[in-house]
């Protein structure tokens, strides 16, 4: 008897549907087959679709910004992102600059998520590093955690890594085997005049900050033949660049990752009266670097959403120095990329992030792996109120391709005909 029968729907395998069964049982899928079995709950998912859930690689829940934190925490973030169809997230650890710094980090934010209903891994993250870097990445490995995050810009609050460190952690990225993710823009050409604005975010965060800087990186992967991992991509002209250039190292040695905000809207957006509200870095670019970069939508690895939510007043400040950055995503990324790209955005979401960052037995469906699931209805229909935290939302009513009716998690429904179980299944944290 297994636990959960799903049946009849279009099963996502392979890269691409088949019409079969799928049966769950103790937290796995346990069976495919076009067989009838019995199920203590077997569900007829006729003409729907069910896919892996989905995997988001960059997330940040309750995110302490000094002067603020992120309004989505791990309870009600992992909530919205079951709605979403997404099972696990990948959120950061607060920045660090030697190696003592990181078991501190590592608990704080254990104890933070220890509520979730997602699953959680964390990148580790480091900022403008002090002492031995082989340490610091042993140090690292030994605490479970294989990936690492760096900035080459915000030496404004001392978290600019520079290019020697790079290089060096690009070299023990070989030796060490992690992946090294970094946020990506030249510092010397970002301008943060103390009077600009939202519709100045442009200025203040140019195209070609992400341009320069990705292909200075490149370079160095280039040159060390190690790892890295490019978050957010915003622009097109980064990518056609960086294939353009280094044709050999994109998906070999340099991966990239895009959002659903920078296919949705335009710095258009950013000059309106709630030009606050679309404020997020790197920014949103021009209708153009939109159209190139969706041109470009084979080339990126993985989609992750950089879900960083605020409620509207949060960001209601007269000058960008005192705006929190971020938009929220999470829930919606899924209906958004889909309806625009379609089945090519699968892998992207799921499998591809699990084969990135190491996460055994997610991101497909296939006999033996978790139970993450989820089951999408095709019809002419918009984006529903979102359920997060935040008191507003962008994606709100924008026209999508279907609805996410069911979400399976850990071999239990956490989201069934769009209402959220009264049970949920916990979440648990993924170490290396
Ligand atoms: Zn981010």
């Known amino acids: 008897m297994y636990d959960i029968a799903l049946k009849h729907g279009h099963v996502y395998l392979d890269g691409g549907f088949k019409k079969t069964n799928v049966y769950i049982k103790d937290g796995i899928i346990a069976c495919i087959t076009d067989a009838i079995l019995d199920a203590n709950d077997a569900v007829d998912i006729t003409g729907k679709e069910l896919f892996p859930g989905l995997i988001d690689p960059h997330v940040h829940f309750d995110l302490d910004l000094g002067f603020i934190r992120s309004k989505d925490d791990f309870v009600g973030g992992s909530k919205a992102a079951l709605f979403g169809g997404v099972t696990t997230v990948i959120d950061f650890l607060e920045p660090t600059r030697d190696k003592d710094a990181l078991l501190p980090a590592l608990k704080r934010r254990l104890n933070e998520a220890k509520d979730t209903y997602v699953d959680v891994k964390f990148h580790a993250c480091i900022a403008n590093p002090k002492g031995d870097l082989k340490t610091y990445v042993k140090t690292m ?24 460190a790079i290089e060096t952690l690009l070299t023990l990225s070989k030796s060490y085997d992690f992946l090294l993710l970094a946020h990506i823009e030249a510092d010397d050409m970002i301008d943060l005049n103390p009077e600009f604005k939202a519709k100045d975010l442009p200025l203040s965060r140019p195209k070609e900050a992400e341009v320069k800087e990705a292909l200075n990186i490149a370079e160095m992967v280039e040159k060390t033949q190690g790892y890295l991992y490019m978050v957010h991509c915003s622009s097109g002209t980064t990518i056609e660049s960086l294939k353009a250039r280094y044709p050999n190292l994109l998906n070999q040695h340099m991966f990239v990752e895009s959002c659903p905000q920078y296919f949705t809207f335009t710095n258009d957006h950013l000059t309106g009266i709630n030009g606050h509200l679309y404020t997020c870095a790197p920014p949103l670019r021009s209708q153009a670097e939109q159209d190139l970069l969706a041109s470009h939508i084979a080339d990126f690895e993985t989609i992750g959403t950089d879900h960083c939510a605020f409620n509207a007043a949060d960001k209601d400040t007269p000058y960008l120095k005192d705006m929190p950055l971020g938009i929220g995503s999470i829930e919606q990324s899924f209906q958004i990329m889909y309806t625009k790209f379609g089945l090519k955005m699968i892998d992207k979401m799921s499998k591809n992030v699990a ?15 978790e139970a993450d699931l989820f089951v999408y209805e095709k019809s002419d229909t918009k984006i529903n109120p979102p359920h997060g935290h935040t008191d507003y939302n962008l994606y709100k009513d924008l026209p999508v391709n279907g609805q996410i ?10 989201v069934k005909n769009q209402t959220l179980c009264k049970t949920l299944p916990k979440g648990r944290w993924l170490s290396s």
Do not use: P
Not at 355 to 369: A, D, P, T
């Open 141 to 164: 490995k030994s605490l479970g955690l294989n990936t690492l995050k760096l900035f080459t810009t915000y030496s404004e609050s001392n978290r600019r890594t520079e290019n020697q």
């Open 355 to 369: 084969n990135r960052f190491k996460l055994e037995k997610k991101g497909q469906i296939k006999v033996g792996y």
């Open 405 to 414: 009716i069911h979400t399976i998690k850990s071999g239990q429904f956490a």
